[in-house]
């Protein structure tokens, strides 16, 4: 046999023992003894070129008639030169500087780096994952053994790793999969990327966190943007700043709203506001795959420990990391761990966190005591709206139709900045204003109905003629006007409003409201009910919350939908929404109107919870000839006669929704004269005679 052992050059005090030199070494430790040895041959032959390459051997691969002494020889020769180099030379740059960056980012001792950096060049040399096949390694049993001919027997951070614990599994750097081409299931390094980045590149502690955090984009609103907020924000901002500058572990925040609601630019601003440093968590991989949930939970905890002081991890998009509650049914014994795992994070993760969803539905109840602050991010108030609206989309369209958009509950800053973004890009198409506002409306409505939303209404909700309202309108034994100085004294009650419909029950809340300078909450009762069981009490207790939050007047139509007489009730949802609206009613400090058309189908112990019922009925006389004599006016048309007057006043069950039908009606059909609108009133009042029937839940009667 010619001779064929290697010959290598002495030490050199400038050279390093690079990648390549790990990954023959290591391969050498695994193949230096002579049972793992039998594996590399094939009929008295060397049988993988690239391995004998790997490990540097290639000479071995020439010989016709190769023994296993021979090649232990050879293997042992190459090992020892190895191992002496690995002693007296320092590791290349990437793999000394970064896997120390990145033990020093996440805390880790020498022992562990060790271990992370194995695990790491694991997952992107093929040689070792193929001789991982080749050395059968398919069970723990046969793996660990495999790994301590690398790292040492004694090697405690090895272990855990295997067991699962220790620092490298709590802090997510490590995770449990399945090899590729081994089928064997054990700790592999969180990111391929990531790994060979590590590997083969020099890199700053910014280009480390890249693969798991991504620093945001500057905050570009105010706090003054939120001043529906402000109570909250008094809290929650302190409250941030002291938990960075103490350190305190365990500290999140949840917001929560619809989107388009500015949940993202706040939570920028509440880390800047705090002097932090705001990061993300990638939600996709370096090619920009996206991470599905499960990726994205087992980064949250190496994430947080990856940052350091004043720095604040925000998640967006959190509903989709909780286990909804009939997946947790089906899933097994995972449901369970994920849980735990999720309450051991939200305690003991180093840096604040702030969680943004567009609801909590999917947050356990176990997990809600171990949030430090839940804000919920409402569509801003009408006031704020059309500041937003005025800011957006000025110069595009008219301030009545900005005045009709604020007056959509539903309309979010994000759907009116996109669509003054499309019609600024189009107005040189739209050369009048009108086309403008139709264009501008029409686009904000298809942006809504998208989201399941209602579309922006026709006209303000207040009233159709609020030049003409007048309380003095309404037949209420109770004063109105007098109502609104008391209620301006002491801002909480229970109103129930009571009457037929078109009476004016809606209109005198708006109407109260204004008088108050309170914002309105307006919902029906198809606004709140909900087909999900638990979901309609969910929304009646958001309703109450959000109201007090803001200060606002809460106005609920339809009551009698959810205060029907109990012992009616057929369904046990139908006792539970009851019970919610109850409570809700005796906790709320403001001031609640509920209109009802059918105040005797209510449930007799829930009327007595209302401080004052009101009864709205059909228009006295005098008040019947005065509107006549207004709607008359405002529509350009004669002066009613006395003869018509004394009509009109002649005509019972006159309402003041009659009045305002008449009124629209005369867009589509002119009205000339008094007599006309006479004409039109005798035509509403045979309608209320001859039907329609109360129609389903929803339709509006006021």
Known sequence: MTQILPTLPG????????????????????????????????RKRFFDDDLARAMGVEELTDEEELTPEQCGEVLSSRLAELERRHREEPLDRPLRNNFDALGRLLGLGAEEQEVVRFFAVLVVEDELAGALRTLSAHRRTRMEPLAEKILGPNNTALRDAFDGRGPLHETGVLQMEEYRFTGYVGPIFFSEDLARDLVYRDLS???????????????????????HLASSLELLRPFLARALSEHRPGVNVFLHGPAG????????????DAGAQVHELASANRQGKPLDPEKRLERIRLATRLLGADQILVIDEAEDLYPRPLPLALGGGRASTTKAWLHRTLETNPVPVIWIANDTGGVD??????FSFFLEVPVPPRSQRRIILERASADLVSPVTTDRLSASEHLSPAVVERAAHVLATTTDRLADARSRDTAFVRLVNQTLRAQGLPRVPARAPETALPDLYRADYLNCRTDPAALAISLARHPSASLCLYGPSGTGKTTYAHWLARALDRPVHAHRASDLLSAYVGKSEQNIARAFVRAEEHGALLLIDEIDSFLRDRTTAEHSWQISQTNELLTQMESFDGIFVASTNLFAELDAATVRRFDLKLFFDALRPEQAAQLLRAHCAALGIPVPTAAQIETVSGLTGLTVGDFATVTRRAR?????????????LREELQHKKDGP??????????
């Not at 609601?261 to 800047?272: H, N, Q, Y």
């Not at 109840?365 to 171990?370: G, S």
């Not at 109360?694 to 006021?702: I, T, V």
């Open 693 to 702: 029937r109360r129609g389903p839940l929803g339709f509006r009667a006021d």
């Open 365 to 370: 109840p176990a997990q809600v005591r171990r």
């Open 668 to 680: 589509l059909q002119p009205v000339e004269d008094p007599a006309a609108f006479l004409t039109g």
């Open 205 to 227: 502690d910014g280009e480390i966190l890249r693969e798991t955090v991504l620093p945001t984009a500057p905050a570009t609103l105010g706090f003054a943007d939120y001043p």
């Open 261 to 272: 609601t500015g949940k993202t630019e706040l939570s920028r601003l509440l880390g800047e």
């Open 11 to 42: 030490t050199d005090p400038q050279r390093t023992f690079d990648f390549h030199d790990l990954v023959a070494l290591w391969l050498l430790r695994w193949f230096a003894n002579e049972r793992a040895r039998r594996h590399l041959f094939r």
